[in-house]
């Protein structure tokens, strides 16, 4: 089911395909409508076209999670941790240890 929201970021992502927001934003978008298939395709768009968008690591581990997928869930962790390091975001870094432990405990 397409939201208006869906709808206003799809007539954004057509006008420039390569904004790093806007394929972010209707990542977590599908997912908000449960169209985790959708949501999975447009974060692995976003990271092949701009890996070092940290903010994407934390989320994208986060449906790996929903899809029970925790091997790929601890390897965005950790790929958004070294890029966190390299970048200086120590936010996400914080989050993403987090978000790792947290999974790894729970294995």
Do not use: W
Not at 9 to 38: G, H, R, W
């Amino acid at each position: 089911m397409k939201t208006d929201r869906l709808n206003v970021l799809l007539d954004m992502y057509n006008q420039d395909p390569n904004d790093s927001f806007v394929i972010y934003a209707l990542a977590k978008e599908y997912e908000t409508c449960a169209d985790l298939d959708q949501s999975l395709s447009h974060f692995m768009l976003l990271q092949k076209n701009d890996p070092d968008y940290v903010g994407m690591y934390y989320h994208l581990g986060k449906l790996y999670e929903k899809l029970e997928k925790p091997k790929e869930a601890l390897d965005t962790y950790e790929t958004g941790i070294q890029i966190s390091k390299k970048l200086k975001d120590f936010h996400a870094l914080s989050e993403l240890n987090n978000a790792k432990v947290n999974l790894e405990m729970e294995l």
